[in-house]
């Protein structure tokens, strides 16, 4: 069992920046492939894949926020980040991040691909 906790939420004004981390309680061996996704999900919408990368280093981000969103890892503390610059009021909503075993490239943006997640955290982003 994979156990994530994402941190690092709150509430900003358009343009500014935060930093998401979602911590693993597992540790893959260096020998395992996974991949992790971040989701976000605004109130009365679905949840959306915006970026998620693969354990060999293959990133994938939604188009929403190619260039202002990016994802890494801390392998040595099995930390994920999502760093996000040029927050609009658009990327308002609670935040997931999601585990799968296995690579994939790209790694998958679909909350279906990813059997273990967090509890999320919540961005609001005002104009």
């Known amino acids: 069992e994979v156990q994530l906790v994402e941190s690092g939420g709150g509430s900003l004004q358009a343009g500014g920046s935060l930093r998401l981390s979602c911590a693993s309680t597992?540790?893959?061996?260096?020998?395992?492939?996974?991949?992790v996704g971040w989701f976000r999900q605004a109130p009365g919408k679905e949840r959306e894949g915006v970026a998620a990368?693969?354990?060999?280093?293959?990133?994938n981000y939604a188009d929403s926020v190619k260039g202002r969103f990016t994802v890494s890892q801390d392998k040595s503390n099995n930390i994920f980040y999502l760093q996000m610059d040029n927050l609009k009021p658009e990327d308002t909503g609670m935040y997931y991040c999601a585990w799968k075993w296995g690579g994939w490239k790209p790694p998958p943006l679909t909350d279906s691909s990813y059997n273990h997640w967090g509890q999320g955290t919540r961005v609001t982003v005002s104009s």
């Open positions: 597992r540790s893959p061996s260096r020998y395992t492939n996974y991949c």
């Open positions: 990368l693969d354990s060999n280093g293959p990133k």
